[in-house]
């Protein structure tokens, strides 16, 4: 007989408790330092008095670490993905027209969505606008150098700028950055907090360059190099270039049925 | 072999660098460009508890000031509840306080400042009561990877003497680099820190 009794009470009360997923806690996996510059770079020579000395304390992630900031589309501006036209004044800027994209990853390969990425760089001729920037290439009136994106559901992200120049800096008497766009990404917790600065495919500084070559590691040099993306280029406008980042993965299971960052 | 583990690798930092503010807080930079602007200011005029200043600077190794230094602070509200659905704890959530702000170091003094309210004591997920604090992240040029560290408030003697996490610290001499002094400066709570990178009063940093 097909009558089912009417549900007086959902059936998996009575049930014992299940085995958890050995990986539902919500921490963060531990990261790997091996892939990071170390605080102590004496190449780079601004990290001697900088870098702390002391063991850091491993810290088991607590609430603290596994919340972090929500962002929204409140937060921005229509404007805000597009260096070309966010500070122009009377015309596009001088240089090299770029599209940027990529997406921002976990560990696991996951998507980050909904995520803050912040972006900011030189102009064409490698000067920053900035108070304390002296170089002696010209400022562009025409470019602000800054701009930022919230990810889509799939973690991917985009934005329009010039091409930054090279410049030189004090280290050695002869250092000169390969030219870099900084990037800054919040994730979903604030134990994901990142800064970084994405290359150019091809560029000959990469491999003299003090800051860039403060990572020990081949491999996690190579992922800051971001490939020419010919297939996502705009035909008699722009060159595009794909830079996809990864954040730490996380142990997380028990709020997944709720949307991250709503 | 084995089958492969497929897990990706995260992406190498680096330094935020000496023009930080371009990027994060364009203003300080000298330049106006966002419609809307993160800020050192927490605290909105609905926000519960008390309102607080936290107020200091970061010291690398000469006991010099970096007055370049960009600070970013994360905190759960007045009653101790982070705004992030990741907290499930018992706590009212303020849909208002997000909880979050960043402040560039003053260009002379190398002072930084928030304001903000005092966040409630956390309740963590294994039901441990953790005292009252505010996690710190810190980058500058010079800092190759941004650095983790809390504050916890000097008034909260006996929450910090139960705290999980200050516990940690061994010797326990360093647990003082952790806590911020409570003062009262023209009718406002101040909470003063110092933060230094080197030296014997070094700061615990943590990796977190």
Same mark, same amino acid.
């Given at each position: 007989?097909?009558?089912?009794?009417?549900?007086?009470? &959902?059936?998996?009360?009575?049930?014992?408790?299940?085995?958890?997923?050995?990986?539902?806690?919500?921490?963060?996996?531990?990261?790997?330092?091996?892939?990071?510059?170390?605080?102590?770079?004496?190449?780079?020579?601004?990290?001697? +008095?900088?870098?702390?000395?002391?063991?850091?304390?491993?810290?088991?992630?607590?609430?603290?670490?596994?919340?972090?900031?929500?962002?929204? #589309?409140?937060?921005?501006?229509?404007?805000?993905?597009?260096?070309?036209?966010?500070? %122009?004044?009377?015309?596009?800027?001088?240089?090299?027209?770029?599209?940027? #994209?990529?997406?921002?990853?976990?560990?696991?390969?996951?998507?980050?969505?909904?995520?803050?990425?912040?972006?900011?760089?030189?102009?064409?001729? /490698?000067?920053?606008?900035?108070?304390?920037?002296?170089?002696?290439?010209?400022?562009?009136?025409?470019?602000?150098?800054?701009?930022? %994106?919230?990810?889509?559901?799939? /973690?991917?992200?985009?934005?329009?700028?010039?091409?930054?120049?090279?410049?030189?800096?004090?280290?050695?008497?002869?250092?000169?950055?390969?030219?870099?766009? #900084?990037?800054?990404?919040?994730?979903?917790?604030? %134990?994901?907090?990142?800064?970084?600065?994405?290359?150019?495919?091809?560029?000959?500084?990469?491999?003299?360059?003090?800051?860039?070559?403060?990572?020990?590691?081949?491999? %996690?040099?190579?992922?800051?190099?971001?490939?020419?993306? +010919?297939?996502?280029?705009?035909?008699?406008?722009?060159?595009?270039?794909?830079? &996809?980042?990864?954040?730490? /993965?996380?142990?997380?299971?028990?709020?997944?049925?709720?949307?991250?960052?709503? | 072999?084995?089958?492969?583990?497929?897990?990706?690798?995260?992406?190498? *930092?680096?330094?935020?660098?000496?023009?930080?503010?371009?990027?994060?807080?364009?203003?300080?930079?000298?330049?106006?460009?966002?419609?809307?602007?993160? *800020?050192?200011?927490?605290?909105?005029?609905?926000?519960?508890?008390?309102?607080?200043?936290?107020?200091?600077?970061?010291?690398? !190794?000469?006991?010099?000031?970096?007055?370049?230094?960009?600070?970013?602070?994360?905190?759960?509200?007045?009653? !101790?509840?982070?705004?992030?659905?990741?907290?499930?704890?018992?706590?009212?959530?303020?849909?208002?306080?997000?909880?979050?702000?960043?402040?560039?170091?003053?260009?002379?003094?190398?002072?930084?400042?928030?304001?903000?309210?005092?966040?409630?004591?956390?309740?963590?997920?294994?039901?441990?009561?953790?005292?009252?604090?505010?996690?710190?992240?810190?980058?500058?040029?010079?800092?190759?990877?941004?650095?983790?560290?809390?504050?916890?408030?000097?008034?909260?003697?006996?929450?910090?003497?139960?705290?999980?996490?200050?516990?940690?610290?061994?010797?326990?001499?360093?647990?003082?680099?952790?806590?911020?002094?409570?003062?009262?400066?023209?009718?406002?709570?101040?909470? *003063?820190?110092?933060?230094?990178?080197?030296?014997?009063?070094?700061?615990?940093?943590?990796?977190?």
């Amino acid at each position: 007989m097909n009558v089912q009794a009417p549900a007086l009470q &959902d059936p998996r009360l009575n049930r014992p408790e299940p085995f958890a997923p050995p990986h539902g806690d919500g921490g963060f996996f531990q990261r790997d330092r091996s892939m990071h510059p170390p605080a102590h770079a004496p190449g780079y020579k601004s990290s001697v +008095l900088r870098s702390p000395r002391q063991a850091l304390l491993s810290l088991e992630n607590t609430v603290s670490e596994i919340t972090g900031p929500v962002f929204g #589309h409140n937060d921005l501006g229509p404007l805000d993905n597009d260096l070309i036209r966010n500070y %122009a004044k009377d015309g596009d800027p001088v240089g090299e027209r770029i599209i940027v #994209h990529g997406r921002v990853l976990d560990e696991t390969g996951r998507g980050v969505p909904n995520t803050l990425v912040e972006f900011w760089q030189a102009n064409a001729g /490698g000067r920053y606008r900035h108070k304390k920037d002296t170089y002696l290439a010209p400022i562009d009136p025409n470019f602000g150098g800054c701009g930022r %994106a919230l990810t889509d559901d799939t /973690g991917y992200y985009y934005f329009r700028t010039v091409k930054p120049g090279p410049y030189p800096w004090r280290n050695y008497v002869n250092s000169w950055r390969p030219a870099h766009i #900084h990037f800054s990404v919040f994730g979903s917790g604030f %134990a994901q907090r990142l800064i970084t600065q994405m290359y150019f495919e091809g560029d000959p500084l990469i491999p003299v360059c003090p800051i860039l070559t403060t990572i020990p590691d081949k491999d %996690a040099l190579d992922r800051l190099v971001a490939p020419l993306d +010919l297939n996502a280029s705009t035909p008699f406008d722009s060159l595009a270039y794909r830079f &996809d980042i990864v954040l730490r /993965g996380q142990r997380s299971t028990y709020f997944e049925n709720r949307t991250e960052g709503n | 072999m084995p089958q492969p583990l497929n897990y990706l690798k995260e992406t190498a *930092s680096q330094t935020a660098g000496p023009y930080v503010h371009i990027g994060l807080i364009p203003a300080m930079a000298g330049f106006d460009i966002f419609e809307k602007n993160f *800020s050192n200011m927490l605290a909105t005029p609905n926000s519960q508890g008390e309102r607080i200043v936290l107020e200091g600077k970061v010291l690398d !190794g000469t006991g010099s000031p970096l007055r370049d230094v960009l600070l970013e602070i994360w905190q759960a509200n007045a009653a !101790g509840r982070y705004n992030h659905p990741a907290d499930r704890s018992a706590g009212a959530l303020e849909e208002e306080f997000r909880g979050w702000g960043r402040a560039g170091s003053d260009f002379d003094s190398g002072l930084v400042t928030f304001e903000t309210i005092k966040p409630g004591a956390i309740t963590d997920k294994t039901g441990r009561k953790c005292a009252p604090h505010v996690n710190v992240w810190i980058v500058a040029r010079g800092i190759n990877i941004g650095l983790n560290t809390r504050l916890y408030f000097s008034d909260e003697e006996a929450s910090n003497a139960a705290d999980p996490v200050l516990n940690l610290v061994e010797p326990a001499v360093r647990r003082k680099t952790l806590i911020a002094t409570r003062s009262e400066r023209a009718g406002k709570v101040v909470y *003063s820190f110092t933060i230094n990178l080197q030296g014997p009063e070094e700061t615990v940093f943590f990796d977190v």
